[in-house]
């Protein structure tokens, strides 16, 4: 049987990308197009090789684990949450080979069929985020760097400008890091005002459930970016870190809903 690489390294990789889309989308994350494509790449790279002379050993059971948590890690990150996505992506793969062995045939078009099927049912059939979550990307810029996050939207997250009334974007102190404050600062929000580290930081009045009501600090970013549109700048920093290391770095309110 005559096979040819590069349909292989393309087939690969267009399955690879609409399974590992499609585990973001049913656990209702953003897409993250780039890390997905990176973890394809991967993927495709690695079934090519398994079909060289000399590389059919990676086509065993342990190289096949080892590639993807590879592509787990690549797509998803290194936290609880990519863990379960990848173990989603595991799961996409087997229903997309049961799929194709459905249709009774191996070729490009049945499997790339398949994997499409299988993309349009995380699509249609979960239109709104499992768990009625919905996580947003997020894109700050500061002085020229720039960070990327991902935040929940929170309706219950009604902190605003006491001024100008807009919601305002709640980050951890990984944001804050970019504008130079460090966590023991967000932790004295008055005591840093007086000192007055950096040019146009100012304090947002805020009250959560079950505490008292208090202050934190506050700046205005040269950008903000919530799924690629122009919102508020206004940031403002909660010492700890939001969502415990899991899927989301930040909280955006009515800006996002």
């Known amino acids: 049987m005559k096979v040819y ?18 585990a973001n989308r049913l ?3 953003p897409p993250a197009w780039g890390r997905c ?29 080892v590639c993807l948590a590879l592509m787990a890690v690549a797509a998803y990150g290194w936290s609880l949450s990519a863990l379960r996505r990848g173990t989603l992506f595991v799961f996409l793969s087997m229903a997309l080979g049961g799929l194709a ?19 349009v049912m995380c699509v249609v059939g979960f239109p709104f985020a499992p768990g009625s979550r919905k996580y947003i990307p997020v894109r700050l810029t500061w002085q020229g760097r720039r960070m990327n996050l991902t935040a929940l939207a929170d309706t219950g997250n009604t902190l605003a400008d006491p001024i100008t009334g807009q919601s305002v974007l709640v980050a951890g102190p990984e944001a804050a890091q970019l504008a130079g404050l460090t966590r023991e600062q967000l932790r ?14 100012r304090l947002i009045p805020y009250r959560a ?6 202050m934190l600090l506050a700046l205005r970013f040269d950008e ?18 939001i ?13 996002a809903l």
């Open 27 to 29: 656990s209702g994350h």
């Open 224 to 241: 903000v970016l919530l799924n690629g549109r122009p919102c508020s700048p206004l940031v403002a920093f909660a010492p700890e870190e």
């Open 209 to 214: 459930v079950g505490q008292p009501g208090g």
């Open 188 to 201: 004295a929000p008055i005591v840093t005002m007086q000192s007055r580290p950096i040019p146009g930081l």
């Open 101 to 119: 062995g459905g249709l009774g045939s191996g070729s490009f078009a049945a499997i790339l069929a398949s994997a499409c099927g299988l993309a």
């Open 243 to 255: 969502g415990g290391g899991e899927a989301y770095q930040a909280l955006a309110g009515g800006m």
């Open 5 to 22: 690489l590069d349909l292989s390294l393309l087939l690969n990789f267009l399955v690879d990308a609409l399974l590992l889309l499609g």
């Open 37 to 65: 494509a990176l973890a394809a790449g991967l993927g495709s790279v690695y079934a090519a090789a398994c079909l060289l002379p000399g590389f059919r050993f990676l086509g065993s059971v342990p190289w096949r684990v």
